[in-house]
């Protein structure tokens, strides 16, 4: 099977990161999911960055969160190929175990969980946004707390902030397909996936 890392024309995952992955026994699947939202990840923090240039965020913490969120798969295999929720604490703390920060592994928490807690930045909504969106869809409860947030940090009108939010997305969502059919390429036929 090919190897996600090295065909990839994605922008590739931090080295940090891939050596973190060789630490672990990680997919190809997961791996290239991975790939993918860190992709759209940085194309999102770009866009953020220039339309709400007084909205100040962590652009390297979304980086790092989109391209270890799921990294609890590695455990949770299963989860692959079927809904489920126990990877994201697992994902949370075997990044701690591997000596990541509290602050850096918590995407592998929020990611999934950004609706259950209060206080959520917008680093993590921006990751759970990115794995969201890199498939095309679009939770309106997710964007709207995004657009909330960016009005309350801007001080720009939430409608405003809606529009310019919904054509970021829009144009990130558009190329959703040719994602899908990348992810495709490295399908759950491997050993360790059921």
């Known amino acids: 099977m090919a190897d996600p890392l090295a065909n990839s024309h994605f922008r590739p995952l931090p080295s940090d990161v891939v050596s973190l992955l060789s630490r672990v026994s990680v997919s190809p699947r997961l791996i290239a999911h991975l790939i993918l939202v860190h992709?759209?990840?940085s194309r999102l923090v770009a866009q953020i960055t220039r339309?709400?240039?007084?909205?100040?965020?962590?652009?390297?913490?979304?980086?790092?969160?989109?391209?270890?969120?799921?990294?609890?798969?590695?455990?949770?295999?299963?989860?692959?190929?079927?809904a489920g929720k126990a990877h994201e604490q697992r994902g949370f703390d075997l990044l701690r175990e591997m000596g990541v920060s509290a602050e850096r592994a918590r995407f592998?928490?929020?990611?999934?969980?950004?609706?259950?807690?209060?206080?959520?930045?917008?680093?993590?909504?921006?990751?759970?946004?990115?794995?969201?969106?890199?498939k095309g869809k679009r939770p309106e409860l997710l964007e709207s707390r995004t657009v909330d947030l960016l009005s309350a940090i801007s001080g720009r009108p939430a409608w405003d902030c809606y529009s310019d939010l919904d054509n970021i997305l829009g144009s990130l969502a558009a190329d959703a397909d040719d994602r899908l059919a990348w992810q495709g390429e490295f399908d759950a036929k491997h050993p360790g996936v059921r």
């Open 51 to 82: 339309v709400f240039p007084n909205v100040p965020f962590d652009g390297n913490a979304v980086l790092y969160g989109a391209a270890t969120h799921d990294l609890g798969k590695a455990i949770h295999v299963e989860e692959l190929v079927q």
């Open 108 to 134: 592998a928490f929020t990611h999934g969980n950004w609706e259950a807690l209060e206080n959520v930045g917008l680093e993590d909504l921006l990751v759970a946004l990115a794995d969201n969106c890199w």
């Open 39 to 41: 992709d759209v990840a």
